[in-house]
């Protein structure tokens, strides 16, 4: 990168995926099913594609909307009487080639297809 660069111009990647866990502190139970559920509600509004599984969320779209949608989470639930969150977040983003979060487990699950 060449030193003139502005760097507040750099543009944010046009597409990522992102897994994500949402994790609501001080809440009454041990369990957050409840907030599982109100975050899976936003994400269907979002209209982003994600997919849900036993650890978090993986979420693809642009950077700025997954990571908007990912604020948008912790909004909702601080509002809906949550007072601390915590998120644990894994983003990846590439320039090759498009590439989807089921695309990943389908080249994977190919290969140990091949070892039977």
């Known amino acids: 990168m060449a030193s003139s660069t502005d760097l507040t111009t750099l543009l944010t990647p046009p597409a990522c995926i992102a897994d994500f866990c949402i994790i609501p502190l001080g809440t009454p139970t041990a369990s957050v099913s409840k907030e599982v559920a109100q975050v899976q509600r936003l994400l269907k509004q979002s209209g982003l594609e994600y997919s849900m599984h036993s650890a978090g969320t ?3 779209g642009s950077w700025d909307d997954v990571m908007k949608v990912i604020g948008q ?3 909702m ?3 809906n009487g949550v007072v601390r969150i915590q998120s644990d977040i894994r983003v990846g983003s590439r320039t090759d080639k498009k590439q989807t979060h089921r695309d990943k487990v389908e080249a994977v699950e190919k290969l140990l297809k091949e070892d039977h």
């Open 73 to 75: 989470c912790h909004s």
């Open 58 to 60: 993986t979420v693809e």
């Open 77 to 79: 639930l601080h509002e």
